[in-house]
């Protein structure tokens, strides 16, 4: 492969270490993970797991554990260390098996998820009077809360506070961080004040972890409050902190304060990095402005931290950027330019900035694969992906959840139903267990192609395994069921649905306007009429095209209905609704009601109702989006195409009689 100019990589390496461990060639296999930095590769936790195993295998434990002790660089996972705890066991040596557990412990078994071994630990600790100190009881509320184990977190700061512990601000700080990931604002400023009433005082991560927690939420004005807040209380941020603030900027698209932003920090000496010149980057893609985020990119390897002072508009910064670490583009770097490339069909432009990034010796990672997997499943290259996915593979990098939707995504837009059952066995296989969007991407592939009673077994299956679907999911199921007419079954859909998500807008109006679209007018009308009961805003709905086929049908009655509750319900809707029912009751000779339903359009027009807002006792409700229907006088209801000229004439009739 060298020879021909073929670079192995990791993968490469990987099958044939594992190919001369089961044929016993121990020692070349040694060599062979010793001599992959020098080929220009290096291994992963697979190669190690590889070669510990076949040692191991081979009763050599002992030199398995010293792979383990000198591969620098490498973190074993669960399954090494257990692979060499079982073959010490074996060999009756279970004092190095303990060590090896203890080695585990100091590493944290929190760190890597184990809750139940750690609190036995904890529980093991107490009992001997050795789980005394603070330093101990940080580490099980940071290992708690990095779980997500809120409540069991505090439920130990109560025990500390029984015990006599004082909480220090790292203490608090690891609380506020847990309630700031649930996004309990409320809670973690709560937390804050109860801090400084206990004498402990917010430092730099404090604030800049709530400060974070904001942002995450889009809250912008709340998180600029904090930074105020904490330079008001002579705690000065740092540089993590003003580039949580700058991506949340970004963000939410206020580009001039982002310039400010970025000035400012210039202006205080903050130390600028890499992270800084990607979120600007990252920002300039976000804004439509990929041609100067390109140029920036090129000014990074050139210039360094001075490339955020190049213009790209940015013209009010100074010409040199002050107190700059190093900042050089990395793979995150790359990750977004590439992305925003793919995003906008530049593809070929794209893959050159990869071959860019491989020349700069950064290796990349699954997820900058992944944007371009993505890029062609999007556009239907569907073997493009696939080749994609095997040079990531030999690049060492393992298939990601990420990885499988796309390529579902991909085949379920070429109607390859079987191939997709493949890539769900697969991910199976490999330990990978499909979300939400997953399954609506199958779903939906499989209502597409008209198997929905496979995409109701998923949904089955979804619930069988705790996975709540969300509102995209039965939308999905419900347009493709009135697609095929099966409208009772479509309607216990409904039902599971409301269970589930609760009674959304969105679900009714869906529904209303799915019956209505096939025919089902009187389930179309009680579905209406009770999302009116429940004030749900009538942009979505198509109620005028319901009140009109309501009329065509012959059902006046029940079109005048609607528009009594519409109007009796407060709601200010399309005047022109009123057109159809007039024309009806006009041409069925009922002279009466069509002129006491004109002159009710006309009183209701001049009440100049904003469209879909509701109103009550002469107070508004639920406020809603206005839609733009022309103008509320009612004379230009009459210049309007809806509506036939008996009505309009009608309507004329009335006007007269009004003088």
Not at 118 to 145: H, P, R
Not at 233 to 245: A, D, E, H, I
Not at 581 to 606: P, T, Y
Not at 643 to 658: C, E
């Amino acid at each position: 492969m060298i020879t021909e100019g073929v670079r192995p990589q990791t993968y490469t390496f990987n099958l044939m270490m594992q190919s001369l461990c089961d044929s016993g060639a121990l020692d070349h296999a040694r060599n062979l993970f010793d001599k992959m930095s020098y080929k220009g590769c290096y291994p992963n936790e697979f190669t190690l797991g590889i070669l510990v195993r076949g040692f191991c295998r081979a009763g050599l434990t002992s030199q398995a554990l010293d792979i383990l002790d000198k591969s620098s660089g490498l973190v074993a996972n669960r399954v090494v260390y257990n692979t060499l705890i079982s073959s010490f066991c074996k060999e009756d040596l279970t004092g190095e098996a303990e060590k090896l557990v203890e080695r585990m412990r100091e590493q944290g078994f929190c760190k890597i998820g184990i809750l139940v071994e750690a609190k036995a630990l904890v529980d093991s600790m107490k009992k001997d009077g050795n789980f005394t100190t603070l330093e101990s009881y940080n580490i099980w509320l940071l290992g708690l809360l990095r779980n997500g184990k809120l409540l069991d977190a505090q439920l130990v700061l109560d025990e500390m506070v029984a015990e006599g512990i004082e909480l220090n601000s790292y203490s608090y700080n690891i609380m506020m961080d847990g309630l700031c990931r649930k996004h309990m604002l409320l809670d973690a400023r709560r937390l804050m004040d109860l801090m400084i009433s206990n004498g402990v005082y917010p430092d730099t991560v404090t604030y800049s972890t709530l400060l974070h927690g904001y942002c995450s939420k889009g809250k912008v004005f709340e998180a600029k409050g904090i930074l105020h807040e904490m330079i008001r209380n002579g705690c000065y941020p740092n540089t993590y902190t003003c580039n949580t603030l700058l991506h949340s900027l970004w963000k939410e698209g206020r580009s001039l304060e982002a310039e400010k932003m970025l000035q400012m920090m210039n202006e205080k000496c903050y130390q600028l990095d890499t992270v800084t010149c990607n979120i600007m980057i990252n920002g300039l893609c976000r804004n439509g402005k990929l041609e100067e985020a390109i140029q920036m990119l090129g000014e990074m390897w050139t210039d360094g931290p001075t490339s955020l002072s190049k213009g790209n508009s940015f013209a009010g910064l100074a010409n040199s950027i002050h107190n700059v670490s190093k900042c050089t583009p990395d793979v995150v770097t790359y990750t977004i330019i590439v992305n925003a490339l793919c995003k906008v069909g530049r593809v070929e432009e794209a893959k050159k900035k990869f071959v860019e990034m491989m020349a700069k010796n950064l290796r990349p990672d699954s997820t900058i694969y992944d944007t371009f997997i993505l890029s062609f499943c999007k556009q239907g290259k569907i073997s493009s992906a696939f080749r994609v996915l095997k040079d990531m593979e030999r690049n060492g990098c393992s298939r990601t959840l990420k990885n499988y939707n796309s390529l579902i995504l991909g085949l379920g837009g070429k109607r390859q139903i079987f191939e997709i059952y493949g890539l769900m066995d697969e991910m199976r296989e490999r330990g990978i267990y499909p979300y939400i969007y997953t399954y609506n991407n199958i779903i939906s592939a499989l209502c597409e192609g008209g198997k929905t009673n496979d995409a109701t077994s998923l949904l089955h299956e979804m619930l069988d395994k705790g996975i709540s679907p969300k509102v995209s999911t039965f939308k999905i199921l419900i347009k493709a069921f009135c697609k095929s007419s099966d409208f009772k079954l479509t309607f216990e859909l409904f039902e599971v649905a409301l269970s589930i998500c609760g009674h959304k807008e969105v679900l009714y109006s869906l529904m209303c306007n799915e019956f209505l679209a096939g025919g089902q007018l009187f389930e179309a009308k009680d579905l209406f009429e009770a999302s009116l009961d429940r004030f749900f805003a009538l942009k979505d709905f198509m109620y005028k095209d319901l009140i009109d086929k309501l009329c065509q049908s012959e059902r006046l009655d029940d079109a005048d209905y609607l528009l009594h509750k519409l109007i009796d319900k407060g709601y200010g809707f399309d005047h022109s609704s009123f057109m159809p029912v007039i024309d009806g009751f006009s041409k069925s000779g009922n002279k009466h009601r069509a002129d006491e339903l004109a002159k009710r359009m006309m009183e209701f027009a001049s009440e100049d109702r904003p469209a879909d807002r509701t109103y009550q006792n002469g107070k508004r409700i639920f406020p809603r989006k206005v839609e733009n229907d022309g103008g509320s006088d009612w004379q230009d209801i009459i210049h309007r195409d809806g509506g036939s000229g008996i009505a309009l004439k009608t309507l004329k009739r009335v006007q007269k009689g009004w003088g």
